[in-house]
């Protein structure tokens, strides 16, 4: 196994005392000291600590990101012209993220509003076109009666918001294993808009 470079230790390290504690709640020297290291060493890899909480963010967003795109490339290919097959791959891949690393998914839920101006208006920007994706297939769903008449906006905010929950609660140690926690969010949500 391939031993993780300092700054990703650093990271790792400051996503779990983030979501432990907040952002607000940790200091470089809580990271120093989880990494048994001087809080002035820190500074030779890092330049600050939101530039440590830019670099977990950025990096789930990224993942975020990528896991939809490719979601959404194999629904399409399964199952063309299907917006609940769509939906649901995009959710299994929203989970899936969430689930891999809790840490790093529950700082970029929970905390990225801490980032300095510039970088929360481009998280927000980047977090809008995501959750586009989700709106569309719900609208597409919409269109062709598979879901219910709703607000596609309402829709995919409450749908995101019940689904990012999992940051807040899941235990890879816990009763079920990640892809029956996927299972179950995918049947939720498509049940939520379905048109019964």
Known sequence: MVEPTRRQAIEDVASELFRERGYAGTSIRDIARALAVQGASLYAHVTSKEDVLWAIV???ATRFEAAATA???AADADRPGDPAEALAALVRAH????????????VFVHEWRAL???HRQAILDRRD??????????EDG??????????PGIATSTLLSAVNGVAGWYDPNGRLPAARVADHLVELSIRMIANA
Not at 95 to 106: I, N, P
Not at 129 to 138: G, L, M, V
């Open 142 to 151: 919409i269109a062709v009666g598979a879901f219910a008449m709703t607000d």
């Open 116 to 118: 300095a101006p510039e």
């Open 58 to 60: 950025d990096r789930a």
């Open 129 to 138: 076109a995501y959750e586009a994706r989700f709106r569309r297939r719900i």
């Open 95 to 106: 989970v899936d993220v969430l689930t891999s690393d809790v840490d790093a998914a529950g």
């Open 71 to 73: 979601a959404e490339a």
